[in-house]
């Protein structure tokens, strides 16, 4: 049944791209849609937010410092750095396409973006603060409270609209159009043929049963070292942190492979640097297959066209502090 899917795949292609359209509408990936009913006021306020060193401790350290959207939404280091230059213990998945998460951080211990939001301003190695300490820097700031009243229509700024705030603006960060999605679509040349000999190994190999659906990931939790045991020294304990089960120990959200290209490095504990090495691991790991190196550089020539556009917008620009600002402290008390 796979083995005639990928015949008729490759023999569509050759013969014509109608044909390979209405074969796509059946693959377990599924092209991401550009974002829909976004509040225009919530989203400005919420990328000021998201770009502002004030709501840390230090001053210095904002969402985008460890979710850098120049970086793919990511930092790019093995585990991320925070307040009082201590390192993290778990890596920091991208923000890109989060919303179409089932839930967020590797265990899925927030519901979603505005549960996860409050978690890093107030997390001590991550941005060190309080929320009432936060709270009470934006209120200082007149620009923002002169925002937050047209965007929420209240005089006291609440926690729960900075969270809603940078929420939204998190949902505007889907990257539709890569060339897979084109390809999906019904443009049969936006494929080279070994990124679409790598697309049919990752489908027959078995890699589609947890990296499927829009984001190819991000929609289950799915225990990490099924065939070998994961070696790691990372203590996380994956979603049996949420659930106290025995049975959930080393289970993670399967992450969205969306822009993996621009992720690196990759596992939670960022253990592995290049996409060849993921690779690698995953088929030996989760599936008992070694694959040649011929395979392997399929594979990776699949993931690369699932990079999708970025998101583009004028950098904001920040509401100054005013005589009233709590000064940040950041070398400790
Ligand atoms: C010091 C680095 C750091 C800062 C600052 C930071 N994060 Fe994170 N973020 C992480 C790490 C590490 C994780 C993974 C934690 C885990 O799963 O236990 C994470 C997880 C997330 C996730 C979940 C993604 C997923 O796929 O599960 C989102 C969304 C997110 N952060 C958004 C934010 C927002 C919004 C801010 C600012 C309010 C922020 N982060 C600040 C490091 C950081
Ligand atoms: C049984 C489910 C399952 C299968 C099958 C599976 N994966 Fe994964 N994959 C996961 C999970 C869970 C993780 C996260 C593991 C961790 O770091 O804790 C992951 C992580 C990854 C990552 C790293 C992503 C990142 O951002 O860190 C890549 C790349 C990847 N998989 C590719 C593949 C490929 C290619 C295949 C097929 C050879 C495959 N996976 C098969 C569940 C699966």
């Known amino acids: 049944m796979k083995k005639t899917h990928i015949a008729l795949a490759v023999a569509t292609l050759a013969l014509c791209s109608a044909g390979l359209a209405e074969a796509a509408n059946d693959e377990p990936i599924t092209p991401i849609k550009p974002a829909a009913n976004i509040n225009l006021g919530q989203v400005e306020l919420g990328k000021k937010l998201y770009f502002d060193p004030r709501l840390s401790k230090s001053g210095f350290i904002s969402c985008n410092s460890c979710h850098n959207l120049s970086l793919g939404g990511t930092d790019n280091i093995p585990t991320s750095i925070g307040d009082k230059w201590q390192q993290g213990p778990i890596n920091a998945p991208t923000v890109l396409n989060s919303s179409l998460n089932l839930a967020q951080f590797w265990d899925g211990r927030a519901a979603d973006l505005k549960a996860q939001a ?36 209240a005089d006291k700024i609440e926690i729960g609209d900075v969270t809603a705030a940078i929420a939204e603006f998190e949902k505007t960060l889907v990257t539709p159009n890569s060339r897979f999605d084109q390809w999906l679509l019904g443009r049969s040349d936006a494929l080279t043929a070994d990124e679409l000999a790598g697309y049919n190994l990752f489908k027959n190999a078995g890699c589609v049963a947890c990296h499927n659906g829009e984001a190819v990931g ?116």
């Open 118 to 153: 409050g978690g890093p301003i107030a997390n001590p190695g991550e941005m060190g603060f309080t929320h009432d300490l936060a709270i009470s820097v934006l209120q200082s700031i007149p620009g923002y409270v002169r925002e937050f009243k047209q965007v929420f229509g």
């Open 218 to 333: 991000g929609n289950s939790y799915q225990k990490l070292g099924i065939v070998e045991p994961y070696k790691t020294t990372s203590g996380a304990e994956g979603r049996a942190a949420v659930t106290g089960d025995d049975a959930d120990r080393f289970n993670f959200k399967v992450p969205t492979l969306r822009n993996v290209e621009l992720t690196y490095p990759y596992f939670h504990d960022g253990a592995a640097n290049t996409l060849t090495e993921a690779v690698d691991i995953m088929g030996r790991l989760q599936l008992g297959r070694k694959f040649s190196a011929s395979e392997n550089a399929k594979i990776v020539a699949f993931l690369k066209t699932l990079t999708g556009k970025q998101p583009s917008f004028l950098l904001p620009i920040l509401p100054p502090s005013s005589d009233a600002t709590p000064r940040p402290t950041p070398f400790g008390k």
